[in-house]
């Protein structure tokens, strides 16, 4: 960020009470003019390379940056510079330590010499070190000072600053005042936030359906058998709650693409702003959807390791002792067979294409797909995957939801309740699939309207209005 004010008594030093941007500075920019004719230089110029590959000596009459700190960022701030013909001076605690990491070019002092000359100086230490600035008010008093984002009140020194990232050959982006630096330079410290409301859904889910499975499963045998179940609780309970709760997440990346094609067909058009709540749904069906790919995952190792535990030993050899008390050789029922062998071939085939899903999330591989190749596979795929999942969980419950003995305090099965929202997104989009909403779907995408133009409402407020850009 960069900023300037006037009057040196209103200097603030980052780890004097405030990080760098957080108040207004003393801090005179070069006159516009100065630095637009300095900065039309090539990014890469030919004479600050020697033969050997190293940077040679940047001409004296070069303009002079300097850069507080001697880390990675300001390493590679300074080979950037040099590259883009600027002078750099680079303040370290420890030139000397430090002076064979950076190129020849630039030269590598004590941070106080480092401030003297240069009307612009760069931050690149870590906020801890801020504190090491302290003693150096009095020489940044009339400079500019920059952290990474640029927020600031005046446009002066938010000019010089981009024409200087124009010229290493960046693209500068406008935070806004300096009002929000502080937010700014906080994102790239925050955990994870695009992860928060996904995880939660999926949390919440998970606790829904444990505890379900948990009634049915456990708690009602004991108190109407009095038999402990209680064993099932670390993995039998939980491999029932991992797929209903990979199932549902699924639907729900689905789900919001269903209401927003709703929404375009009953407005006729794609330049109306969705509710907020259902952009911000939109927002995350990546993580969404890796979430579901993460507990289908779970799902599978926990059923491999089913046949690992001692309650499946013990039932295998009960059921054996059981038919040779009953003078049974032979115990074969074909339905169940075929259900089996069909659900467990349903269930690998969602797996993988769920897989295919997630990998397609990751940047790298994404961004080796053009647009339509992304689309058939998050869309097309997805769908089929959502199917899949679909005749996986029937397969599965079979004939269960009829049977009065699998409803246990009157509670339905589990899977019952998983396939509710996942039919609703799978009815809705064979609906859309029919022609007369398909064709005018298509057309709405397309940039077709109901009412034939678009209309750009002006705020009734006219100071709103005078900050209305016109298109």
Not at 55 to 81: H, N, Q, W, Y
Not at 119 to 135: K, N, P, Q, T, W
Not at 402 to 424: A, G, R
Request: hydrophobic residues 45%; charged residues 20%; positive net charge.
């Amino acid at each position: 960020m960069a900023d300037e004010a006037s009057g040196a008594q209103d200097f603030s030093t980052p780890g004097c009470g405030e990080s760098p941007g957080m108040k207004d500075r003393t801090l005179h920019p070069p006159s516009a003019t100065q630095v637009s004719g300095e900065m039309d230089k090539p990014l890469i110029s030919c004479r600050l390379v020697d033969s050997d590959g190293s940077l040679a000596e940047t001409p004296s009459e070069a303009p002079k940056v300097g850069i507080l700190g001697s880390g990675d960022f300001a390493r590679s701030l300074v080979t950037r510079l040099v590259g883009s013909g600027f002078s750099v001076v680079v303040g370290s605690r420890n030139p000397k330590r430090t002076a064979g990491l950076f190129p020849s070019a630039a030269q590598v002092t004590f941070q106080a010499e480092a401030v003297d000359s240069p009307d612009v100086i760069f931050v690149a230490m870590f906020r801890e070190h801020y504190s090491s600035l302290c003693g150096l008010s009095d020489q940044l008093a009339g400079k500019i000072l920059v952290d990474v984002p640029i927020c600031s009140d005046h446009p002066e020194a938010k000019r010089a600053v981009s024409e200087m990232v124009q010229a290493m050959g960046f693209m500068p982006v406008d935070m806004g005042s300096l009002v929000s630096a502080r937010e700014v330079e906080a994102m790239p410290l925050r955990l994870l936030p695009g992860w928060k409301v996904p995880a939660l859904l999926a949390l919440g889910l998970f606790i829904f359906f444990y505890i379900y499975n948990f009634v049915r499963d456990v708690l009602q045998p004991y108190v109407r058998d009095g038999k402990s179940k209680f064993y099932k609780l670390p993995v039998s309970v939980v491999n029932t709650t991992l797929p209903c709760v990979a199932y549902v997440l699924l639907s729900l990346v689905y789900l919001p693409g269903v209401l927003a094609a709703a929404l375009q067909l009953h407005r006729g058009t794609k330049y109306r702003r969705f509710p907020d709540w259902l952009d911000h749904w939109l927002q995350h069906r990546k993580q969404i959807g890796l979430l579901s790919f993460f507990c289908a995952a779970l799902h599978a190792l926990y059923s491999f390791c089913l046949p690992l535990g001692r309650v499946n030993r013990y039932e295998v050899v009960n059921l054996a002792i059981k038919q040779v008390l009953a003078n049974k050789s032979h115990l074969w029922i074909e339905e169940e067979v075929w259900r089996m062998e069909i659900y467990l071939s349903l269930g690998v085939l969602a797996l993988g294409t769920l897989s295919q899903l997630a990998v397609t999330s990751l940047p790298s591989i994404a961004n080796s797909l053009n647009w339509r190749e992304f689309s058939f596979v998050q869309s097309t795929l997805g769908f089929v995957a959502l199917v899949l999942s679909t005749l996986h969980t029937l397969t599965y419950g079979w004939t269960r939801a009829f049977e009065d003995s699998h409803y246990k305090f009157y509670l339905p099965p589990t899977f019952t309740l998983t396939l509710l929202v996942p039919c609703v997104v799978i009815l809705a989009k064979g609906l859309f699939l029919l022609p007369c909403f398909r064709r005018k779907l298509s057309r709405i995408r397309r940039g077709w309207e109901k009412d034939g133009g678009v209309k750009f409402a002006l705020p009734a407020d006219h100071t709103l209005a005078q900050k209305t850009s016109h298109v």
